[in-house]
């Protein structure tokens, strides 16, 4: 048991490597890869460290293979660590001990783990045994999900016949019904529609103001961050960059913003003159220019007077964008 | 924990009704096999009198008792587990708080073996209007006598299936050594010919190793074929490689664990 000042997660020295044969496209060294694999040590995550008081709700970010899954797959047990310690409500969590698997849950929003052929209201029972959850507690804390994340309409349908959204809400529920004193959340709105993702936040801040358990979440969604955690954690190429304050942080990014502009004929123009150039994926039919936020609003009335500009739009930069420009390097 | 078993059971069952249109293919492949083997032999013993001291009864009985002794002793367990392996969703079990494997996977197999089980029991029937097996060497204290035989049978071929899903750990390419596997088990059990007629080496090799509990053991044990010698030689094997074969699969599993990557999860 630990002590109520105690972390209720502490990492050290936390480091992953993975070993990837590879090889080379085509027949012969198809063959030649037969006889002798080459290997590629991949470091997904090197000697990362934290600690994270019981109650606390941190956000967990980084850009897409930074080592953000891998850390919780670490933390949440699945994986064993190549170097470092962890420990979470003082269990080492590859140990797999049940008594740690019934403190914790570990929600993942890209993978289902529940039984796709059977209605959820039957794996929430299986759960309620397997957790070894007393009828009473099953029973109010099933209430309460109910209250929070209205089930009782979709936990009868085979899962398989849900709608993104509402299997979220049964994954959740699923994974709360032990009451479990640490979560784990892997992007737990990916998918969902802005109303969806509101829910779902609202939830979780409720779960957590209602029962003090400690969240460590990442997501690709900066709204999911800001209503949510005050702290945030970010590791880049497997290395933690930074560790504080989400307001400290904005404050490092704050100085960005982007324009993006719709014009006819965009090779036209020199936009490097205005800001920086930067792609968006998102949308294409733009052209975006990072700027300080202290000149947006000169840049942008210099853009309007300088070019036949049919559509404009201000925006913060992507949340991956954000910390990939703030930490590189 | 024996409410954990109710539960999955209750699960694992009615996610078999949802596959019957698989569950007939699968019982399609079980029954080929052991029928031709019945049809050809009997075909054979009938056109020469016997086959080494075998009547055509004899083979009769033999496959006719082996289609049900299968269903008992068989494990599917790398066809429901070895994917989960290789494409990580063994993740959302490994962190819940009961073994995957000697808990749901030993569940799902005995749910799908009672099912096909049932469905099997009226093509047993239409077996037994179209060969007349003449089943008065069968007493009750043989049956008795198999239902042990039965048991270690099914844990060995468990324990050394679920050892071998194990092989997953290390690499997604498990599948050409189930087959191996397969082809052994199937030559030494008994499935191909009672192991009577086996060259003398085979017979005696098949003696030392696990696969007669899957079949020809349970099976003579079953028809009062057995001396009460070799019924004793015969449970001290078995006792030994389910000693062996629960070995191997904690330290498969163990060590498996070590190198799973949750991939995709």
């Known amino acids: 048991m630990t002590l109520p000042h105690d972390d209720a997660i502490l990492v050290e020295n936390l480091t992953k490597t993975y070993q990837v044969s590879e090889r080379e496209g085509g027949f012969a060294a198809a063959v030649r890869s037969f006889f002798k694999r080459k290997y590629r040590d991949v470091h997904a995550v090197q000697q990362v460290g934290f600690h994270i008081q019981p109650g606390e709700v941190v956000g967990f970010l980084g850009p897409n293979g930074a080592g953000k899954t891998t850390t919780l797959k670490m933390l949440s047990g699945l994986l064993h660590p190549s170097q470092g310690t962890a420990r979470v409500l003082g269990f080492t969590p590859w140990e797999l001990k049940p008594e740690y698997l019934r403190s914790m849950t570990l929600v993942m929003g890209q993978r289902s783990r529940l039984s796709w052929d059977i209605p959820a209201a039957d794996s929430f029972l299986l759960n309620q045994a397997i957790y070894r959850i007393p009828d009473n507690d099953y029973k109010q804390t099933l209430a309460e999900l109910d209250d929070l994340l209205e089930l009782e309409p979709i936990m009868r349908k085979p899962v398989r016949n849900l709608s993104l959204g509402e299997r979220m809400k049964v994954e959740l529920a699923a994974g709360l019904l032990h009451r479990p004193r640490v979560l784990f959340l892997d992007e737990p709105t990916i998918g969902l529609d802005i109303t969806a993702q509101a829910r779902i936040r609202g939830f979780l801040q409720e779960y957590n103001r209602r029962t003090g358990a400690t969240i460590l979440l990442t997501s690709h969604y900066m709204a999911d961050v800001t209503a949510l955690c005050e702290r945030v954690i970010i590791i880049h190429e497997g290395r933690l960059k930074y560790d504080g304050g989400l307001s400290e942080l904005s404050h490092r990014i704050a100085p960005f913003k982007l324009i993006g502009v719709a014009i006819s004929d965009t090779a036209a123009y020199d936009l490097g003159k205005y800001g920086t150039p930067v792609t968006n994926a998102e949308d294409a039919d733009k052209s975006y220019i990072q700027v300080q936020a202290a000149d947006v609003t000169s840049v942008t009335a210099r853009l309007l007077a300088d070019l036949p500009i049919h559509d404009i739009s201000i925006s913060d930069p992507p949340i991956e964008e954000v910390i990939e420009l703030a930490f590189h390097g | ?265």
């Not at chain 2, 367990?77 to 070895?82: D, L, N, R, V």
């Not at chain 2, 060497?137 to 899903?165: D, E, K, N």
Request: charged content about 10%.
């Open chain 2, 1 to 265: 924990m024996l409410r954990i078993y109710q539960r999955l059971w209750q699960v694992n069952w009615a996610e078999q009704w949802q596959y019957r249109a698989n569950l007939v293919m699968y019982l399609l492949f079980w029954l080929v096999s052991p029928v031709v083997y019945l049809a050809v032999w009997t075909t054979i013993a009938r056109t020469q009198g016997t086959v080494s001291g075998l009547t055509p009864n004899d083979f009769v009985t033999y496959y006719m008792t082996l289609l049900i002794i299968d269903q008992f002793t068989s494990e599917i367990t790398i066809h429901i587990f070895a994917y989960k392996i290789t494409d990580g969703t063994l993740a959302g079990e490994l962190i819940r708080p009961m073994h995957p494997m000697l808990t749901n996977t030993l569940v799902n197999n005995v749910a799908f073996k009672t099912l096909t089980l049932m469905a099997l029991l009226p093509i047993w029937g239409v077996l037994w209007l179209l060969f007349q097996p003449n089943f008065s060497a069968v007493t009750w204290q043989g049956i008795l006598l198999a239902i042990p035989a039965v048991i270690i049978g099914f844990a060995i071929s468990f324990l050394l299936g679920a050892a071998l899903v194990c092989v997953a750990f290390w690499t997604t390419r498990v599948w050409a050594l189930v087959e191996f596997y397969s082809a052994l088990a199937a030559l030494f059990s008994g499935q191909f010919v009672p192991l009577q007629l086996m060259p003398g080496v085979v017979q005696q090799v098949a003696r030392y190793l696990p696969f007669q509990f899957y079949k020809y053991f349970p099976i003579e044990l079953v028809l009062g074929g057995l001396s009460p010698q070799q019924i004793v030689t015969g449970y001290a094997m078995g006792i030994f490689w389910l000693v062996v074969a629960l070995f191997l699969f904690l330290w498969a599993w163990r060590n498996g664990l070590k190198q799973f990557s949750a991939v995709g999860a």
